[in-house]
Every structure is written in structure tokens, then in C-alpha cells.
């Protein structure tokens, strides 16, 4: 399956370092960007996931279709930090996932600009590859207490510090943490997966998002669920946090929402 989906993934990153630097954006209904390099790369990825597993189920972030609860379903967000990407940051991916029967047993955080890929299969571990390196497994780092600990951070969407109040509490959050990181999108789980992170958050989340982080996380040793603790069914949760530590994650979530795990 990796020579295949690796290959895939070298004819997206034609695409997106191709409009790198000169990329024009469009606004989606919800006011995110979106570019011709979204689009593009995305329906490269579907070919080549129907031209090797016809039957599978696939949901991307661009031109949707049906979260498979039953079999396998593909998950596909084609540029993950698309506000990265518009500015020219090399802090985006491409983020593929597989679930079967709804749990993610596979994924891949594929930073394209940095030339690295963190992936990992549900009980075979995770991997670091870098271009010309062999692959390295890679570990979460040792388990810090909040106060300690250094905290990537997304957005500040859903939150107390956002234009329209959502219920998460970032302020608490920042006020706690030995440091808030502002990395953000996937680049920030790969760096919580080889140790540099020792947790990471976001306030809103989609499927595509988390099923290809989860894998990665959990392979490496960390934790992972909602912002209310919440850990079932977990690429159909609306915010995430991954840390080092279940009590790490715990914490993080006592701080900001209402912890039920």
C-alpha cells in the first residue's frame, strides 16, 4: 500500500509546490481559502485511490462524498494549512487516512514544502521519512505536567477568544501552559509525534483531519480525544487534542472545556 500511496503523493506535491508562491484564492461559504491547488491535487488522489481499491469508500475535504461507517473509507484533505499555504508558509500537508468499519487504522501527515511524511498503521508503530533518509520510528516525548508543557495551537476558532464566543477556554489555556506554540494544522501532531510538542489542539476539526492524525498519535505513544475528553468515534468529534500524556490530555481539557475521561 506505501509505494502506491507515496507515488500518489509525489504527483500531488507537483501540483501544490507547483502553485506555490503564486496561487490565487477563492472563499468557501464558511470563509475559508480555498485554490486551484486544493482542488486539483484532491481529485488526483481520488484516481489513484480508484484505480487501486475501486470498491473503497472515499470522503475528502473538497468534493465530499459519504463518511462509510461499514468497510473501508478513504479520508483526503489535499492541503491541510491552506491559510499557510496562501501566504507562501511551507507549514501545509496533505493528510490521508483509512478507516475500517469508522475507526482510523491508518494515516498520513505528508508535509509536502518540508519534504518529510510522519505515518503510521494501527500496531505497527510510527514512522518518520525524510527525502533520501531511511524511515526512523518516532515516540511522543516523556510525560509533562501542564504547567511545563509546550502546546501547539490551531486557531482560535469556537473559543473564548474568538470575534463570536464559542465555549472552548484558550485564555485559561494560555495562562497555564509552560508555552502555547501558534504552529499550527498538521505540521504541529508531527512535531507532537517525534517528541518536539508535548500536546497540540484544535477547536474545530473535520473527519479528514483527525482520521489521518489519530493513527500517527497513537502509534507514537499519545493520547488522544475532544476537548470534552471525549474519545469514541473520534474522526466524527468537532475539536481534538493530542498530548504526551493521557494526564497530560486530561488536564489540557479540564482547562478548556469539561472532561468526561
Not at 481520488?46 to 468497510?71: C, F, I, Q
Not at 488536564?251 to 472532561?259: E, N, Q, R, T
Request: proline share 5%.
Amino acid at each position: 500500500m506505501l509505494p502506491r500511496l507515496f507515488a500518489a503523493l509525489a504527483e500531488a506535491d507537483a501540483i501544490t509546490l507547483g502553485h506555490l508562491h503564486r496561487v490565487k484564492i477563492r472563499h468557501k461559504a464558511d470563509g475559508s481559502e480555498v485554490t486551484v491547488a486544493d482542488r486539483a491535487a484532491e481529485r488526483l488522489l481520488r484516481r489513484h485511490l480508484r484505480a487501486a481499491w475501486p470498491r473503497d469508500a472515499v470522503l475528502g475535504e473538497e468534493y465530499g462524498g459519504n463518511l462509510a461507517r461499514v468497510g473501508r473509507c478513504w479520508l483526503l484533505d489535499p492541503i491541510d494549512g491552506t491559510a499557510s499555504y496562501v501566504l507562501g508558509l511551507p507549514m501545509f500537508g496533505t493528510l490521508v487516512s483509512l478507516l475500517i468499519d469508522g475507526e482510523p487504522v491508518f494515516g498520513c501527515i505528508h508535509l509536502s514544502a518540508l519534504k518529510e511524511t510522519t505515518y503510521a498503521a494501527r500496531g505497527l508503530g510510527c514512522w518518520l521519512t525524510r527525502e533520501g533518509a531511511r524511515p526512523r520510528r518516532v515516540r511522543v516525548a516523556a510525560p509533562r505536567a501542564l504547567n511545563a508543557a509546550q502546546v501547539g495551537l490551531t486557531s482560535v476558532k469556537e473559543s473564548d477568544l474568538a470575534r463570536r464566543r464559542g465555549p472552548w477556554r484558550l485564555t485559561d489555556l494560555a495562562r497555564t501552559v509552560g508555552r502555547l506554540r501558534l504552529v499550527g494544522d498538521c505540521v504541529q501532531y508531527a512535531l507532537l509525534c517525534r517528541g518536539a510538542l508535548d500536546a497540540a489542539i484544535d477547536p474545530l476539526m473535520k473527519p479528514w483531519d483527525i482520521g489521518a492524525i489519530a493513527p500517527c498519535v497513537l502509534e507514537a505513544g499519545g493520547s488522544i480525544s475532544d476537548l470534552n475528553g471525549e474519545t469514541a468515534q473520534i474522526v466524527e468529534r468537532s475539536s481534538f487534542v493530542a498530548a504526551s500524556s493521557a494526564n497530560l490530555r486530561r488536564a489540557i481539557c479540564a482547562c478548556v472545556g469539561k472532561p468526561r475521561s
